[in-house]
């Protein structure tokens, strides 16, 4: 008879292995003897791309990933009547580190920024950015990432996760923008002060970081452009009577920055105005009260003459007024009445004019006597003073009274 005796197959499935999600494994360590043939079987639900053979390449499924590992068994099966031969060996799965920045973000400058990363599969994690500001914990999760000097001045940085992963997997990395916008800044300009109806040109004001200005008045005036940065403003008639009004320069900021204001008091200093009085005409030797002389919104007031006379008080609205003989000899004098004002309003002057009329002397000569008969010459009379006065008077267009 013939025996026949068939060889024991043996079967090794190779050293467990360790692979990164998304990757297959090729089983290149497996082997078998005396085998009729060979077939691998996995606890998970990955696939073979060739189950009979003894180095095939694994594919993992998702279950597998999510598992973290699966069991994979080579059998071999030998000629009968030898029994299959069969091994396994594990293969883990690392989790590839997810990791996302989040989205594109914009602040304030002088502002901080919390980052807020979803959870992931990292082993470890590092902030870092492409500028000079901070993070209080580059190594956190959600840190807080304080911007620097350059990033403001730039406008934008790169803030980066990256995660490390459970070997052999890689790093991931992942990057957002932190855009930062300037706040503006609003300068109304110092506080001004005008006269009456005077307009002014806001030419102090300035703004820095703005997208567009606008004025606003607690008054009812007017500026040129409310939209401009140095516009000319025009007072009402009702700011004039306030005495002042608050101009408000709001300047606008890129979101989300704040808007700024500023704000400034103009004050309207009332125009002086005098009044002098009517024209008059008094005798030599009188005085003259201006008691018909005006003024308003003066700080001051200051009489001058164009004689030699004196005033009583030359600061006073109704003063006396006393020629020189100077004065009475020249007929009339131009007396001015001169109002001070407040600062930045001008000084105004009215003028009156004052004839001075000479007195009358008569001297209807000596006493005489004549015999009858006679007729008497009156040589020696003088009227001449009262001729000389009407004269100078009817040049000057003074109205006499007839008198004869």
Known sequence: MVL???????????????????????????????????????????????????????????????DGFVTLTMYSNAASPCPTASDEMVLNISRRAVVYAGADATICEGSVFQLQE??????????????????????????????????????????????????????SSDAMILNISRQAIANAGPDETICGASTISLTGASALNQISVFWTTTGTGTFS???????????????????????????????????????????????????AGVDAAICEGSAYTLSDAAELNTSGLQWTTSGSGSFDDATILHPVYTPSMADILAGNVILTLTGQPTSPCEAVSDEMTLSISRQATASAGNDATICEGSVYYLFDSDVSCRVRTLDYQRNRGVQQPDTG
């Not at 901070?134 to 996760?161: C, K, M, Q």
């Not at 025009?234 to 704000?263: H, R």
């Open 118 to 171: 979803l959870p992931n599969l990292a082993t470890g994690i590092l902030w870092t950015t492409t500028g000079t500001g901070t993070f209080d914990d580059p190594a956190s999760l959600n840190p807080v990432y304080t911007p620097g000097v350059e990033d403001i001045s730039s406008g934008s940085v790169t803030l980066t996760i990256t995660g490390e992963s459970t070997s052999p997997c890689s790093t």
């Open 225 to 275: 452009s409310q939209y401009m940065i140095n516009p000319v403003y025009s007072p009402s008639e009702n700011d004039i009577l306030d005495g002042s009004v608050i101009l408000t320069m709001t300047a606008y900021s890129a979101g989300p920055c704040n808007s700024a204001s500023d704000d400034m008091i103009l004050t309207i200093e009332a125009p002086v105005s005098v009044n």
């Open 4 to 66: 026949t005796i068939s060889h024991q197959s043996t079967a090794y499935a190779g050293e467990d292995a360790i692979i990164c999600e998304g990757s297959t494994y090729t089983i290149s360590d497996a082997t078998a003897t005396n085998a009729a043939s060979v077939l691998w079987t996995t606890t998970g639900t990955g696939v073979f791309n060739n189950p009979t053979s003894v180095n095939p390449i694994y594919i993992p499924s998702q279950n597998d990933i999510l």
